[in-house]
């Protein structure tokens, strides 16, 4: 067959024609290049003439070496020539084969950044990070203006790089194992991937690519720690802005760690997120009112005394007295205790009670004998949908009833092996103690008193859920959560008075000895949820005495106009008298959307009283309890075989990182309470006029009341 590919002369194939001798591989002494007029080339065997027209002197190599495939064999090749093309083509498979073991070797987890997307620097710029010193005055490109439209590839649900998307399975299985062992062998929690900065830190470490060797001990320990706290140190300078618009409340508790060090830490809370100020070693002072009030007076200074609204602290007797001292000096600042402490300790109270005291003690004596014996574990293990049952905290008195809440929920489960005959026939079945658990586990009479308790304790337990949210502001549910524990526990019992007044009463003194203070009432007042619920809302002399008390201290000029806008306010009229205002307030239910909403209605619908709109705005924006101080004990508890202990100023430093982080980056955490009402209680087939009595002979401890 002729080809269309002629050549333009003899005299121009000379010239095109490359010389063999420019050549390296050793085929090219057994082939002949012939160029043609539109620049396309040809390679001629010189043996069989054969013409190749695309391939290379690979293919021809190929041809010579008698490789089937891509070309045919030549059948005039010499058998030198053949055996000398078959050794190359070996050599250059057994190169190839050693150059991909080296790449391998040197890149362990795939193909760096720069081989899919050529600009290493791109990853970079995907990296949300602070701009270390050294990199503030270097002559970097700045980015362009057109990477702000586009989300960081670390953001849920962004399109994902090149790289991710071509690399393999078993590279990302390699990755993910490099980490695996990482989290196992330094004994890391694996909930730590929950972490907000997990992925912007894989995201950091993959646009570096291969051969980053990480900080090291001391970088980790001094200089990125101080760089950190410079970083938290301008988020915390941004939230000034928000105390003083806003308002704030002083945050402040103490304890003693594992080193016998008595330590206070201070913290500043506002509806963006909560600041670490400063932790104090007050070991080597006494810790009375006096020095008390003058820490709480130096964080107030640092602060902004105009700019902070609220102190709530632990309610020992020391922290009230200073409480009193801190309101005494500045008169606009309020304190109250922590609300989620004296919810506790009514906990404790009602646990304190005979009869609950014996209920939890013989739904201890049930959890011991199951985790006692593994075999009978693991037969409840094999069940479907079984959970560990939950056993209850050193501290936390509120665990106790979580405790009795997890025991009922496996009362079936418990019921169908004591009576299997896997149980029967054990010699389980035969021991003292183990008969007392089934006789126990056998009678009604128990779980009817557990799930009284249970529905006891719910109203009281939503409540500790709310006020005990760091995330949003619970000043304005206090005191109408108190007023539905109280509903609920009376509803449980039919109303009956002797039956619900030992636990209303219970209540009623810590809330009227601790809880309750002036801005809880105004708080509530202010609370449109509340306000515009006629047939509910409290209208006692307390309610509106408190809101006056409050407007006093904190309304420096106008205070007339403020109080004649409450009558705006509570009248529906101006601004609040739109039906958008009125419907809207009911979303402002805990449960059905974020708390802090309720700042928004107020800047939405008060317009028509601003004088009453700052004040409200300044007032539901406060929390009502300090368990943010506790969250960062956890820091101190360092293992005793560290090899050098970190000092105060270096445990400051780790608190302050982890005590002021932004409420919108803390990941997972619940930004909706739970929306059942507290006064909604299930009573339907409970014994409740004989609660407490494991017999229906035993004399009520309710007897010395009468019924009403």
């Not at 949210?469 to 509903?487: A, K, Q």
């Amino acid at each position: 067959m002729e080809s269309n590919l002629t050549p333009s002369s003899g005299q121009d194939s000379t010239t095109n024609s490359q010389s063999t001798r420019s050549k390296i591989d050793p085929a090219w002494e057994h082939v002949f290049e012939e160029r043609y007029a539109n620049g396309r080339k040809a390679l001629i065997c010189l043996y069989c003439k054969k013409i190749t027209k695309g391939g290379g002197i690979h293919r021809m190599k190929q041809h010579l070496a008698g490789v089937k495939g891509d070309i045919g064999p030549c059948k005039s090749v010499p058998p030198d020539v053949k055996f000398r093309m078959e050794n190359s083509l070996q050599e250059f498979v057994n190169s190839k084969k050693a150059a991909q073991e080296a790449y391998e070797c040197r890149n362990p987890y795939g193909p760096n950044v720069s081989q899919f997307e050529r600009d290493g620097a791109e990853g970079e710029e995907e990296v949300q990070q602070m701009q270390s010193p050294m990199a503030a005055n270097s002559g970097k490109r700045k980015k362009s203006t057109v990477d702000k439209y586009f989300a960081p590839r670390n953001t849920q649900g962004a399109q994902p790089s090149m790289r991710s998307v071509l690399a393999g399975k078993e590279s990302i299985w390699r990755a993910d194992m490099a980490v695996g062992r990482f989290f196992y062998d330094a004994c890391i929690p694996t909930n730590a991937v929950n972490s907000f900065y997990f992925k912007p830190m894989l995201d950091a470490i993959s646009a570096i690519g291969p051969g980053y060797k990480g900080p090291n001990y001391h970088q980790l320990r001094v200089n990125l720690l101080k760089d950190a706290k410079k970083e938290v140190q301008l988020l915390v300078d941004s939230y000034r802005a928000i105390w003083a618009k806003v308002g704030c409340t002083i945050m402040g508790d103490g304890w003693t760690d594992n080193r016998q060090r008595t330590l206070i830490n201070f913290l500043v809370y506002c509806p963006e997120g909560i600041s670490f100020v400063k932790s104090v070693d007050a070991s080597d002072i006494v810790k009375d009112a006096t020095n008390l009030f003058q820490l709480f007076d130096e964080v107030i200074e640092w602060v902004g005394p105009l700019n902070v609204v609220h102190m709530v602290t632990d309610n020992a007797a020391n922290y009230v007295a200073a409480g009193r001292l801190i309101s005494h000096k500045h008169k606009h600042i309020n304190w109250s205790p922590c609300a989620a402490h004296c919810l506790n300790l009514i906990f404790k109270d009602i646990g304190k009670m005979d009869h609950v005291a014996e209920l939890v003690r013989r739904a201890s004596k049930v959890t011991i004998f199951v985790y006692n014996h593994v075999a009978l574990l693991s037969w409840l293990r094999k069940r479907e949908g079984w959970t560990e049952i939950l056993r209850p905290g050193a501290t936390r008195f509120a665990t106790t009833f979580i405790a009795l809440k997890s025991l009922h929920d496996h009362k079936h489960d418990l019921q169908a092996l004591v009576t299997s005959k896997f149980f029967v026939d054990s010699r389980y079945s035969k021991d003292y103690k183990s008969q007392v658990a089934v006789s126990i586990i056998l009678d009604n009479r128990f779980w009817n008193d557990c799930l009284i308790v249970v529905n006891l304790m719910s109203p009281l337990m939503r409540l500790l859920r709310i006020v005990d949210c760091d995330e949003r502001p619970s000043m304005g549910y206090v005191y109408e959560g108190m007023y539905r524990v109280r509903l609920g526990i009376k509803k449980l019992f039919n109303y009956n008075k002797r039956l619900y007044k030992p636990y209303t009463d219970i209540i009623k003194q810590r809330w009227d000895q601790q809880l309750k203070k002036s801005i809880h009432s105004a708080a509530y007042w202010l609370n449109p949820c509340f306000q515009y619920d006629q047939e509910n809302f409290c209208n006692k002399p307390n309610v509106i005495g408190g809101v006056m008390d409050v407007i006093d201290q904190k309304v420096l000029k106008g205070k007339l106009e403020t109080m004649n806008e409450m009558k705006l306010f509570r009248d529906r009229l101006g601004s609040f008298g739109r039906k958008l205002a009125y419907s809207s307030r009911e979303v402002l239910q805990p449960g059905k959307i974020l708390l802090s909403f309720i700042n928004e209605w107020w800047r939405l619908h008060g317009y028509s009283a601003p004088h009453l709109q700052k004040l409200a705005i300044l007032i539901l924006s406060q929390t009502a309890s300090s368990s943010g101080c506790e969250r960062n004990w956890s820091v101190f508890e360092l293992d005793d075989d560290q090899p050098a202990e970190l000092d105060v100023e270096e445990l400051e430093n780790l608190l302050y990182e982890e005590g002021s982080i932004p409420i919108n980056e803390v990941e997972g955490s619940s930004s909706h309470i739970d929306n059942e009402d507290g006064g909604d209680v299930a009573i339907e087939r409970l014994d409740v006029e004989n609660f407490g009595f494991p017999n229906a002979h035993v004399q009520s401890p309710y007897s010395n009341f009468q019924n009403e």
